[in-house]
Nanobody, 121 residues
Framework: QVQLVESGGGLVQPGGSLRLDCAAS????????MGWYRQAPGKQRELVAT???????NYADSVKGRFTISRDNAKNTLYLQMNSLKPEDTAVYFC???????????????WGQGTQVTVSS
């Protein structure tokens, strides 16, 4: 059994900052690419950023220069530092991980339950 648990969402004013954490736990052999996605009301889920196990990152154009994705491989934890937040960043943010479990040793894809980020004055 594998779980991804996000934390750190909340309400923030425009221009403010938040940090999201995502902890992967369970019978994990190795976590490969991890990422953050978001879904605003009435819209499709979209990529925010990904980070490979070796550290290579990829960002959506809308968050480049404002958000920073990072990870701690020893802790199987993913982070998203969000600065200069805008109202259009309001969404439910989901953690995502591609990993190998001890049970199957096959690539599997997991999602967290999501955490709400609201940017409003």
């Amino acid at each position: 059994q594998v779980q991804l648990v996000e934390s750190g969402g909340g309400l923030v004013q425009p221009g403010g900052s938040l940090r999201l954490d995502c902890a992967a736990s369970g019978t994990i052999f190795k976590v490969n690419t991890m990422g953050w996605y978001r879904q605003a009301p009435g819209k499709q889920r979209e990529l925010v950023a990904t980070v490979a196990r070796g550290g290579r990152t990829n960002y959506a154009d809308s968050v480049k220069g404002r958000f920073t994705i990072s990870r701690d491989n020893a802790k199987n934890t993913l982070y998203l530092q969000m600065n200069s937040l805008k109202p259009e960043d309001t969404a439910v943010y989901f953690c995502n991980a591609d990993l190998l479990t001890l049970a199957t040793m096959l690539p599997e894809h997991y999602w967290g339950q999501g955490t709400q980020v609201t940017v409003s004055s």
